[in-house]
């Protein structure tokens, strides 16, 4: 029961260099999620999807790119990073079947910019 | 607009008192759900409790409860008799549209439990 799964789980990389966030969960859930978080700010959201190739903006979108071809997959790629980038990253995911099932999260993967 | 307010941004007790953290959120809709996760050291998001806006019941499960207040809008979450394993930031959220599914987070209170 591997569940939600996020790689790498630390990373450090340059200003303006392209890096890409992998999420992979197991569960089939219909929904993804990305979130940041930021000290003082909780957990902002990024980029949703609620199926296979349809994807949505969040909050906090600009300078990111989310793709969804499979259902298991949700990467987030950061085209160009800069150091307000820098911040912890989480998936998510979630089958509400009418019932607002909760938010499943990996366990984070800590970004640094320098 | 939502929104979800955590206004104590740290906490420290000592190991056995009872702790309340303070979760007050906005919303237009009439429909909607709330949240409590547990951040605990170790980083990791861990789900407590779910519970919908037409659900005032509060819920008590083991050391934790839930007061859940819609003349408030407010949905405080007590550790009774709180241990040092309690520490960790704990993060309310609110479920704002049936169809997307998407969480707004409050900014976290940290709390502290010293033995």
């Known amino acids: 029961d591997a569940g939600i799964t996020q790689s790498p789980r630390y990373k450090i990389t340059e200003t303006g260099r392209q890096v890409t966030l992998m999420c992979h969960q197991t569960?089939?859930?219909?929904?993804m999620f990305w979130y940041r978080q930021d000290l003082g700010h909780g957990l902002r959201l990024i980029y949703y999807s609620a199926a296979a190739d349809i994807t949505d903006k969040g909050e906090v979108p600009d300078g990111y790119v989310v793709s969804r071809s499979k259902t298991e997959n949700f990467p987030l790629t950061l085209e160009s990073a800069t150091r307000s980038q820098t911040s912890v990253y989480f998936c998510?995911?979630?089958?509400?079947?009418?019932?607002?099932?909760?938010?499943?999260f990996g366990d984070g993967t800590r970004l640094s910019i320098l | 607009a939502q929104k979800v307010t955590q206004a104590q941004t740290e906490i420290s007790v000592v190991e056995k008192e009872d702790v309340t953290l303070d979760c007050v959120y906005e919303t237009r809709d009439t429909t909607y759900y709330l949240f409590w996760y547990k951040q605990p050291p170790s980083g990791e998001l861990v789900f407590l409790i779910r519970?919908?806006?037409?659900?005032?019941q509060n819920e008590i499960s083991g050391r934790y409860s839930w007061n859940f207040q819609k003349s408030t809008s407010s949905f405080n979450f007590t550790i009774t008799a709180s241990q040092v394993v309690d520490s960790a930031v704990y993060f309310c959220?609110?479920?704002?549209?049936?169809?997307?599914?998407?969480?707004?987070f409050g900014t976290g209170t940290r709390l502290q439990v010293f033995p």
């Open positions: 959220a609110l479920r704002v549209s049936y169809n997307t599914d998407k969480l707004i």
């Open positions: 519970r919908n806006s037409f659900d005032e």
């Open positions: 998510a995911s979630s089958d509400t079947g009418g019932d607002s099932q909760p938010q499943h």
């Open positions: 569960w089939s859930h219909s929904y």
